[in-house]
Structures are given as C-alpha cells and as structure tokens.
C-alpha cells in the first residue's frame, strides 16, 4: 500500500474553539479466508472487506492545554479508557513519530462516539484508530503517517485507512482496492455475545486453506463460493452465530455469514427496502440483540469542523 499523504486544513492557534469530527465505519469481511501461519504465529489471511454507509463510531478532536480523552454512546460502558485503548495508541504512536521529525502536536480532547459493540468482528477498534490518525493529522496539519505505523496499531487498521472495497492479503499489510465493486445493501446482527479471537484461530484445525479468487465479475456469485473460515470454530465458541446466520436467511438475505472473527454477522439484501423491513422483523425477534442495515461503497474522508 503506498503512503497517500495529505495534509488536513490549516488552524490558527485558537483553535479549541474548533472540533474536527470523522465518521469511523464498520468494516466488514464479506469472505475470510485463512491461508497460512508465519513462523511468528502471525496468520496469514485473504479477505474481501467493505465497509458500512451508516454504521459505525465517530471521532471528535480539539486542540486543548492538555490532552483529554472522553467517551459517550451505547457501548461507551466497559470501554478502556486507558493507554490500552486503540485511540489512545494511536494518539501515541502518532505524535512520537512527529515527535522525532521535531512537529508540533499539541495536546488534544478527543472523544469517542461509541456506537458499535466492543470486539465484535466489524473493526470497531481498527477504525476508531484509523479516524483518530485522519483527524490528527488534519488538526495537526501533518501529512497521514506510513502504513507500518498504521499496521503497528493492527492488522486491520491499514484497511481503515483507506475505507474501500478492498482485498487484503497477509497479516493486512498487502492491500489492493476492488475497482467498480458495487454498493452492497446489508443488515449487521451481533447476538451480544463475546468472541475470543485467540480461542478461535486455536480451534481453527487447517490453516491452510486455498485462497480468495480474483475473478469478481459476478460478485454474488464470487462470495458463495468462499467463506470465512473462522466461522465453524466461533459457532463452537458462540453457538448463537449460527442462530443469526439462519435469522438472516430467513428473512430474506441472499447469502449470511460471519464477519471476521464474530460475533457479528452480515447479511446481504438485493435492496436497502428490503434490508430495512429484514431489521424490523430481526429487532421483533431478537429485542436484544444489536441489529442494523446498512448499505457500503461510500468514502470517510471527509472530516467535518465545527
């Protein structure tokens, strides 16, 4: 992935006055296949990954006399709000490497819109990272950093980065965009239920397995014949992410799988009309669980100032 570097609009020293906000969205592995181990323990992976229109956490950021970190959202409760946090990391990481090219970097408040669930499959994390390093170096009026600090955040924060159809190969770090990948309309369902990645990749029994295809033309079809090979060792874990799966297709969904390691599912609709009655139905039946639709294809970047 090369460095697309871009410097942010420019501030004037009052600006705490000022709030520079950016919407992070969910990202979603339409497919997810494992394909390999490095002698690291790091797995390698194929994904096809877009991401949501209108779903998603949104970050918030203004220069202040010293840095603040605040959360607000329904799943702002149980967040860390320690150095263990992505934002707070990638707040870090972002101003020693600015730091050591002697750029300013002010202390800031940034806050945290947390609207999706925690460790749920759908890059909450990875993305709130993303958003705080566009806002930051907007509001620091730096250029975007080089993608291993990115990737020093996460495997899947490279990808958040970019916010486009995508297919990411290795531990995320080797990324191609999907050119002409159609908008996708989806509903998003979590059964509120907790996923251990570590546990699954453990209970994974082949880790070899053959990787994505590159003819998309019928995408549809495309994903129907691949997977996401984590799925049948979560649905050992969770066995409610076999419930949602069959809830979708119940409901009408063309094709219902698992994103990344859970225990969020997607399911894809041939409309947003009918994503949105599917939603309906799904919050009837299942009051508890978080449910969504959406649709993908949109760009982020854009940054909002208030």
Not at 8 to 17: E, K, T, V, Y
Not at 114 to 132: E, F, H, Q, R, Y
Not at 157 to 166: A, N
Not at 255 to 280: D, Q
Request: aromatic letters at 6%.
């Amino acid at each position: 992935m090369k460095n697309t570097a871009r410097t942010g609009p420019s501030f004037s020293r009052d600006a705490a006055r000022h709030t520079l906000t950016l919407f992070a969205p969910a990202k979603i592995n339409l497919s997810l296949h494992v394909t390999g181990q490095r002698a690291d323990g790091y797995h390698l992976l194929d994904s096809i990954v877009v991401f949501a229109d209108n779903a998603g956490d949104r970050i918030s950021a203004s220069l202040e006399n010293t840095d603040q970190f605040t959360l607000s959202g329904p799943f702002a409760e149980g967040l860390e709000v320690d150095a263990g946090n992505l934002v707070l990391k990638a707040r870090d990481t972002l101003r020693s490497a600015l730091n050591a090219r002697d750029l300013p970097c002010p202390p800031v408040h940034i806050h945290l819109e947390k609207n999706l669930p925690i460790a749920s499959g759908i890059g909450g994390g990875s993305a709130d990272a993303a958003a705080t390093l566009k806002v930051l170096t907007s509001l620091w009026n730096s250029g975007l950093p080089d993608p291993q600090l990115a990737l020093s955040l996460g495997a899947d924060v490279p990808m958040c980065l970019i916010s486009q159809p995508l297919l990411a190969r290795g531990i995320g770090e080797d990324v191609q965009l999907i050119k002409e990948f159609p908008a996708v309309s989806l509903v998003l369902v979590n059964p509120m239920k907790s996923v251990s990645t570590p546990a699954i990749f453990t209970a994974l029994t082949n880790k070899t397995n053959p990787p994505i295809g590159s003819d998309l033309s019928d995408w549809l079809k495309a994903l129907h014949s691949q997977r996401n090979d984590l799925q049948p060792p979560a649905e050992i874990c969770v066995p409610e992410i076999a419930t949602a799966c069959a809830a979708l297709m119940d409901f009408g969904a063309q094709l219902a799988r698992m994103s990344g390691s859970g225990a969020t599912c997607f399911g894809i609709f041939p409309s947003i009309h009918a994503a949105r009655k599917a939603e309906s139905q799904l919050v009837d039946r299942y009051p508890q669980w978080y449910v969504t639709a959406t649709t993908t294809g949109a760009s982020f970047d854009h940054i909002h100032q208030a």
